[in-house]
């Protein structure tokens, strides 16, 4: 399973950009990239994957180098709202992940 | 689409005695089923893997007699805690995939307390 290291928090001002990084350096050639936000008490919701170069849908990208051995969540002009913590995970469908620490990530008024 | 769901969504039981949770897949159908165990400020942990019509693949340290994961149809996965005790108080998650998905779709979660 590949293992993923990201920051443990972040805090931003509302309506700044907003990028995490997670590190997954032993990901494998099969390998999808996802993120999910967990809200306090609520199971992890799905927010994009993607497996290389740059994805994009209506809240959020997310960019992949070339050797797929990271990836950054980019988040638009963040909210209140987007307070949560997110997860980045490394596999793909029916496979068993491994959760890390996951970003929390407060905003700021 | 994809949708996940749980029940029920908290419940309160005696030392001792055994609850079921239920985990379901809306509108599609679930090959694979996880269950996911999560502590008050840490992160997820899974317990086990089920395919459908299998017996389930318990993760190291994860009694199985304790935690009886059953997933007799593609829409159905249960988890039953048996003789609970209070250190088994925790928020419960299943996740499902199916054979069209690369990633997984969680439930909303189950909180249980065991007094």
């Known amino acids: 399973l590949a293992k993923t290291t990201q920051p443990i928090s972040m805090d931003s001002y509302e309506g700044q950009e907003v990028n995490i990084t997670c590190s997954h350096n032993n990901i494998a050639t099969n390998d999808y990239i996802t993120w999910y936000q967990q809200f306090p008490s609520q199971g992890p919701r799905f927010i994009i994957q993607g497996y290389k170069t740059k994805v994009t849908n209506e809240v959020a990208s997310l960019f992949i180098p070339a050797d797929r051995k990271s990836s950054t969540l980019s988040l638009p002009r963040v909210s209140l709202s987007d307070t949560a913590v997110y997860y980045c995970?490394?596999?793909?469908?029916?496979?068993?992940?491994?959760f890390g620490t996951g970003t929390k990530l407060q905003v700021i008024p | 689409g994809a949708v996940v769901s749980q029940h029920p969504s908290w419940v309160i039981c005696k030392s001792g005695t055994s609850v079921k949770i239920e985990c379901r897949s809306l509108?599609?159908?679930?090959?694979?089923m996880f269950w996911y165990r999560q502590f008050p400020k840490q992160s997820l942990m899974l317990m086990a893997t089920s395919n459908e019509g299998s017996k389930a693949t318990y993760e190291q340290g994860v009694e199985k007699d304790k935690f009886l994961i059953n997933h007799a149809s593609l829409t159905l996965s249960t988890l039953t805690v048996t003789s609970a005790h209070p250190e088994d108080s925790s928020f419960y998650i299943c996740?499902?995939?199916?054979?069209?998905?690369?990633?997984?779709?969680f439930g909303p979660g189950t909180r249980l307390t065991v007094l």
């Open positions: 996740s499902a995939t199916g054979t069209d998905y690369n990633e997984q779709f």
């Open positions: 509108d599609f159908q679930a090959t694979t």
């Open positions: 995970l490394v596999g793909g469908g029916y496979q068993k992940v491994t």
